[in-house]
């Protein structure tokens, strides 16, 4: 089970960070977040292989949104700056076995493991 927590209502221009813990080992998985706004199709945000290695995000992360995990913690987080109402989402953390330690996954059909979501209102 994966559970996100983190979201909330922020101002345009707050920096945020999501986390999402696992209920068991996830070290082999790899995890990824995605987003949902209102009346919109869930799109990928960013991804990290099961070693930390490899990184991915979506064409408009704009490098301000940052993937990491803790293996240890079986925690992976997602720390946005600079955020825009454009932000304001439902976002999801999703995990799955990756083909490597150093492969990435970036496809809703992908993951079979999915969190609740944690919605995030950006403010203008």
């Known amino acids: 089970q994966l559970a996100e927590s983190g979201g909330g209502l922020v101002q345009a221009g707050d920096s945020l960070r999501l986390s999402c813990a696992a209920s068991?080992?996830?070290?082999?998985?790899?995890m990824a977040w995605f987003r949902q706004a209102p009346y919109k199709e869930r799109e990928f945000v960013a991804a990290?292989?099961?070693?930390?290695?490899?990184?991915t995000y979506f064409d408009s992360a704009k490098g301000r949104f940052t993937i990491s995990r803790d293996n240890v913690a079986n925690t992976v987080y997602l720390q946005v700056s600079q955020l825009e109402p454009q932000d304001t989402a439902v976002y999801y953390c999703?995990?799955?076995?990756?083909?490597?330690?150093?492969?990435?996954?970036?496809?809703?059909?992908?993951?079979?493991?999915w969190g609740q979501g944690t919605q995030v209102t950006v403010s203008s």
């Open positions: 990290i292989s099961p070693n930390s290695r490899t990184t």
């Open positions: 068991a080992p996830s070290s082999r998985y790899v």
């Open positions: 999703a995990a799955e076995r990756g083909w490597s330690y150093d492969s990435v996954l970036t496809k809703v059909s992908e993951f079979r493991s």
